[in-house]
């Protein structure tokens, strides 16, 4: 039998699903082999992506670039192959007493995917990307070559590559900063809001908060419209902690992780259902505010907690709907989109809201800039398309754009914001999609 | 730990495997014919786990000395050397294929586990641990000369587990279906039928916690082999397996 690379792909969202070759390869001289012998090339991470940004005609998937290389344990600078996850980054780092700087709501993405996305978390208005903390990585280009890029060599290269979707070329390695903690627990306020202003006002005063993120109920209308309950954290230190956990702060105890055997049923996740789960989810905290620790993992990954959760939105999958909309107007800009979005009765399950902080304006391809950024899943439906458009125009009305690793239908004038990364040889589905579409 | 074939994947999942759940060793002995891949892994392991190792190149298609191995000591011996070669549509006149398949799944390995073999008998204690395939349980159609070559490492396994067993060393036969590797990528495997090097590890690790004899990765394989080797010889040459 003669081996055939052909097979279905498809991201997070589970849409779209493609036919295409995917290979990985773990030597230099393969992985060389490969990007010269194909025409379009782009590389591919975890696939938590969630849309088309690293499909393409030929994927080269990083999964066998899963070593370790380095691991300086005084001054907490790490070094491993591009597939390696975040999550296997924390087993070993939070037992020594780091963490990441900067981690996205899931830890299995790879850390590949997560300069090329430039991620961000709970902390951007605090401690900014991803990127802030990467000092080094390698790079393999159109022809082969291995490059090393950083602040000192390569700049243009280092900067472009930076949330630049893949589109600069496979990233191999890469060097990264962690932090310093002395727990693995989370001290946390959740504080209930009952609209938009209470929810601002709250973002606004909690801004010497590292850790800052709110869950909306995205079907209040009128007077409710963003009722919610925001988040804020701090690592917390050994001598806060509780004697039990005290005893080893750094380690926690295993934890059941259930899995979602198959795809649910269509008719499972309706409007109604949502419409329960927003209710029950703000409900279930009865007091206006509740001071705890958490473990890092409730805190940082709440979602990770179910394996393989993205079936739950059934076999036509999902897409999450990320946008950022400038400060001054990102009230305004919110209200019009939470409205039209209980209007249209297409419910999201799940919608995080967050102020980003200033930019980096090194790092010109990253998607975040100061202003209020909201994340939503939708089911993908016959009336999906429709919405998208209705909110992709509120977007662009209040000067806003569209994260390009989640993007999967918006309009392209709302994602087409890369600059530098024009190769012929590295292209994305995603990226094809957008030039069409100008 | 020694480790012969130290680039498979089962072979590092078991190295991981072991190290996670809490085994140490003085150093781990690498043995492998591509070094490159393999320093990479020496680096994770010392990463990861602050386990030191060595490397030792080992080619089973060279003159090999073994008075490169006299130093290397330990009670645990880890064997997925293999190699699947052309199959017998492409591969089976070409006797440059036979002659590599049966070397490096037979005759040219057999010495080696034997040299550490007579290691572990003076010490009177250790396991050695041998991935055979279930492809050794009976010749199909389609890959009998590495089907035959791992039928002859099956026995020669079982007979050394024979030997050794009054002089306390351990020998584990371990027999992966179809894994989800390298030497099978692009292949068109029945994921019901397939388990990933982790799987396999795991697998592997409480066969060789509870000294078993012989294991088959995921229990299913037991039985689909008790069936084809239960099919009368008549039937089973009219079969295109
Ligand atoms: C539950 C969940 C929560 C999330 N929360 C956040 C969040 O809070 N903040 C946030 O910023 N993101 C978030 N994300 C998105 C996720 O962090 C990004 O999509 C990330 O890039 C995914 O990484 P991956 O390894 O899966 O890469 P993929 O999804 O496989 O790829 C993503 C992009 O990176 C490129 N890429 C991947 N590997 C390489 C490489 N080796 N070299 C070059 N390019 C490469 C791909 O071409 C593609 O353009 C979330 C995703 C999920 C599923």
């Known amino acids: ?438 | 730990m020694i480790v012969l074939g130290s680039t498979s994947e089962i072979a590092q999942a078991f190295v991981e495997k072991a190290l996670q759940e809490g085994e140490r060793f003085e150093r781990i002995y690498l043995f492998t014919s591509n070094k490159e891949t393999t320093e990479r892994f020496a680096r994770h392991i010392d990463v990861k786990f602050l386990q030191q190792s060595e490397i030792i190149e080992l080619d089973l298609t060279k003159e090999i000395n073994y008075q490169n191995f006299d130093s290397v000591n330990s009670s645990l011996l880890f064997c997925a050397t293999g190699y699947l070669g052309d199959g017998t549509e492409e591969g089976l006149y070409d006797n440059k294929n036979t002659e590599k398949i049966i070397d490096i799944n037979y005759s040219k390995l057999v010495p080696v586990i034997n040299y550490f073999a007579q290691k572990f008998e003076s010490r009177r204690s250790g396991t050695i641990i041998g991935l055979s395939s279930v492809a050794g349980d009976r010749g199909r159609q389609s890959n009998f000369i590495y089907g035959s070559a791992k039928a002859a490492f099956t026995a020669y396994l079982s007979g050394l587990r024979n030997y050794l067993f009054e002089k306390k060393v351990h020998v584990l036969t371990v027999k992966p279906g179809f894994m989800a590797t390298k030497m099978t990528e692009g292949l068109p495997l029945n994921p019901k039928l397939t388990a990933n090097p982790k799987q396999a590890a795991e697998c592997i690790y409480k066969a060789f916690k509870k000294q078993k004899n012989v294991t088959y990765v995921l229990p299913i394989w037991g039985v689909i082999m008790m069936i084809i080797r239960n099919i009368p010889e008549f039937i089973f040459k009219k079969l295109k397996l």
């Open chain 1, 1 to 438: 039998m003669k081996p055939n690379f052909t097979q279905k792909v498809t991201n997070w969202g589970n849409f779209p699903i493609v036919e295409k070759e995917m290979r990985s390869e773990d030597s230099f001289k393969k992985i060389k082999e490969f990007v010269l012998s194909h025409n379009e090339v782009i590389a591919r991470g975890n696939g938590r992506c969630y849309g088309d940004a690293s499909l393409g005609e030929n994927i080269f998937s990083s999964k066998k670039l899963n070593k370790f290389i380095s691991f300086d344990r005084i001054n907490g600078i790490i070094e491993c192959e591009s597939g390696v996850l975040l999550s296997e980054v924390l087993e070993i780092s939070v037992p020594q007493g780091y963490f990441l700087y900067v981690t996205p709501g899931t830890k299995f993405i790879s850390i590949g995917g997560a300069i090329a996305s430039d991620v961000h978390g709970k902390n951007h208005h605090s401690e900014g990307c991803f990127s802030e903390y990467v000092t080094e990585f390698k790079l393999m280009t159109e022809n082969g070559d291995v490059i090393t890029c950083s602040r000192e060599h390569n700049t243009d290269k280092f900067w472009s590559t930076i949330g630049g979707m893949g589109l600069t070329g496979i990233i191999l390695s890469a060097k990264f900063k962690l932090k310093n903690i002395e727990t693995a627990y989370i001290r946390q306020e959740s504080i209930k809001a009952d609209n938009l202003d209470e929810i601002f006002r709250l973002f606004e005063e909690s801004e010497s908060w590292t850790y800052t993120v709110a869950w909306i109920d995205c079907l209040q209308k009128g007077q409710n419209i963003g009722r919610s309950i925001l988040m804020r954290g701090e690592h917390a230190f050994r001598h806060e902690l509780a004697e039990n956990e005290a005893k080893s702060p750094l380690v926690l105890k295993k934890k059941f992780s259930p899995t979602v055997p198959f795809y649910f049923p269509n008719f499972v996740l309706n409007a109604l259902t949502v419409k329960l789960f927003n209710f029950l989810y703000y409900k279930k905290q009865s007091k206006k505010e509740i001071k705890n620790f958490v473990d890092y993992e409730t805190f940082f990954y709440p979602l990770d907690f179910v394996n393989d959760w993205n079936k739950i939105y059934g076999k036509s999958g999902f897409i999450q709907y990320q946008m950022v909309i400038p400060k001054e107007t990102g009230k305004e800009g919110m209200k019009r989109i939470l409205e039209t979005i209980a209007n249209s009765g297409n419910g999201s399950f799940l919608a995080v809201l967050k102020l980003f902080g200033e930019n980096n304006t090194d790092a010109y391809n990253s998607f975040p800039f100061e202003g209020y950024t909201l994340a939503l899943d939708f089911k993908v439906n016959s009336k999906l398309k429709q919405l998208v458009d209705q909110l992709d125009h509120i977007v662009q009305e209040f000067g806003g754009r569209i994260y390009l690793t989640k993007d999967s239908m918006s309009r392209s004038s709302l994602t087409d914001y890369l600059k530098n990364v024009n190769s012929s040889k590295f292209v994305s589905l995603q990226h094809k999609r957008i030039l069409n579409n100008k």
